[in-house]
């Protein structure tokens, strides 16, 4: 499996998945999408801050019941070239418990994995081993 680790990302998703439990899933969807940050990071090449938020939105929009706004419709096809794994799933991965990463791809929102960003906690209630 081909992947990288990026902790500056990490920090990015922090935050991302922190303001989701400060504004709530729906006001964090009219955020993202009046925000225009989808748009500029694609324009400044930051495709992985991109297509996080673009896989939010979807899964937040799916998750809620909600039609996926077809705005982005063109960025849907798009993904990193290699899987962008989180650095704690890395560490476990390669200290405790080999084939992590692999379990971590299965229970994966899809609306992330098809950017190659195996996001499936944004609440962080997993922990390891409850994968």
């Known amino acids: 499996m081909d992947y990288y680790v990026d902790v500056e990302f990490d920090v990015y998703r922090s935050e991302i998945c922190h303001r989701i439990k400060r504004y709530g899933e729906i006001e964090m969807i009219k955020k993202i999408h009046n925000s225009n940050k989808i ?63 692999e379990e971590c791809v299965k229970t994966a929102y899809p609306e992330f994995l098809k950017h190659n960003i195996p996001e499936g906690d944004i609440y962080g209630t997993k922990t390891y081993g409850s994968q």
């Open 39 to 101: 748009l500029e990071y694609m324009q400044n090449k930051d495709y992985a801050q991109a297509l996080y938020l673009l896989g939010m939105i979807d899964h937040l929009c799916v998750t809620n019941g909600l039609e996926r706004m077809s705005f982005y419709e063109p960025l849907r096809s798009l993904k990193l070239e290699k899987l962008l794994v989180p650095s704690g799933v890395y560490i476990i991965d390669q200290e405790i418990q080999p084939g992590y990463i």
